[in-house]
């Protein structure tokens, strides 16, 4: 009993040491079970090559086309992290350009910016020339034409401006016929002059196809004019019949009265204008002169009378009327008249907007 009491210690330390040796033969046991009832997964092939699911490559797309349009840009620093949709600053708050109902530019819905690829954060967007035609990207809008294909285009009308426009109308009477049957036809002179409504010059007389010649009243201290042909010739006569309600005849009809009329016609083969001049009474028909800009870079100025053909790019077009404010014209193809507005001598030199001179 004293050497028990006397190696404890030893005994208890010996204890402790039998039963962690038990413990670690249990463990060895149970992780020996536990491998052999696991089953091991198949080694996959080293030589088979790697396979990317096809979803990543769609959704690199979608990123790739998101990342480059649906940024979020601030005109103040630049900045572009990614988001969802395309928000400006404006006044402080930020807004949604496709669903916020406001145009950037007036005139120019945002989509259509957007769907062609022009920068929207360019204040001088409407008035650039991004494919180099000639027509701003908002003629092109207007036009609903293709602001980056240079073979999409307005017509080439629209770029037509009124510079300059003079009323130099044809103002004539016919008086009847002299001997031998031809027309005696005088000018008169215009509503403008001290001598309006009386005859100017020397009478003249016409056979058929024969070109009129106007005298072209110049005011002053004594009665001067200027001949100058005009582009229109006789073409023909004729005797017209027409009831006169002023005088009835007996039985209560009216007076049948006959009216010499002389019928000129334009001397241009694509213009079918006529004027009839009917015996003593002054007929004024078009004989105005307009002046026509292209201003286009490579435009240019023509002088145009009315009735007059011209072209302009690959269309042919007669001046049909002119006036302070416009002129008119007809394109000889369709026969469809447009309006042409009066514009500033300076032709329109569209700017280019180098970062949207080619798709992204």
Not at 158 to 178: A, C, H, M, V
Not at 232 to 250: G, H, S
Not at 275 to 287: D, G, N
Not at 310 to 315: A, I, K, L, P, Q
Request: glycine content about 6%.
């Amino acid at each position: 009993m004293p050497d028990i009491k006397a190696h404890y210690e030893r005994y208890l330390l010996a204890a402790a040491g039998l039963a962690a040796v038990a413990v670690c033969i249990m463990l060895s046991f149970a992780a020996g079970s536990a491998k052999e009832a696991a089953v091991s997964p198949p080694e996959a092939g080293k030589r088979e090559p790697f396979t990317p699911a096809p979803e990543v490559e769609t959704l690199k797309s979608d990123f790739s086309a998101m990342d480059e349009k649906l940024t979020l840009r601030e005109s103040t620093n630049g900045a572009s992290p990614f988001v969802s949709r395309i928000y400006l600053l404006n006044e402080g708050r930020l807004v949604d350009i496709l669903e916020s109902g406001n145009d950037l530019f007036k005139g120019i819905p945002n989509k259509w910016i957007m769907d062609n690829q022009l920068d929207y954060l360019d204040a001088s967007l409407p008035e650039r020339d991004a494919d180099s035609d000639g027509f701003t990207n908002l003629e092109e809008f207007t036009a609903q034409t293709s602001p980056r294909d240079a073979s999409s285009k307005p017509e080439d009308w629209t770029k037509l401006r009124l510079t300059e426009f003079q009323n130099e109308q044809l103002q004539s009477i016919f008086t009847g016929r002299d001997d031998q049957g031809r027309a005696m036809i005088n000018s008169v002179a215009a509503s403008s002059d001290a001598l309006q409504g009386k005859p100017i010059g020397p009478t003249k007389s016409y056979s058929r196809g024969d070109i009129i010649v106007v005298a072209k009243y110049r005011p002053g201290f004594a009665v001067t004019y200027d001949e100058e042909k005009t582009p229109f010739k006789l073409k023909d006569f004729r005797i017209e019949k027409r009831p006169n309600p002023r005088i009835t005849n007996p039985d209560g009809t009216p007076q049948i009265d006959e009216f010499d009329i002389a019928i000129l016609q334009s001397t241009s083969g694509d213009d079918s204008t006529v004027v009839e001049l009917e015996a003593r009474k002054p007929v004024t028909s078009p004989y105005s002169l307009a002046t026509l800009l292209d201003t286009r870079p490579d435009g240019k100025s023509q002088q145009v009378r009315a009735g007059q053909p011209f072209t302009v790019g690959s269309g042919r077009y007669k001046l049909v009327d002119v006036s302070e404010e416009k002129a008119t014209i007809e394109d000889l193809a369709t026969k469809q008249q447009h309006s042409i507005p009066r514009g500033s001598a300076t032709k329109i030199e569209p700017s280019s907007n180098p970062s949207a001179e080619q798709p992204k």
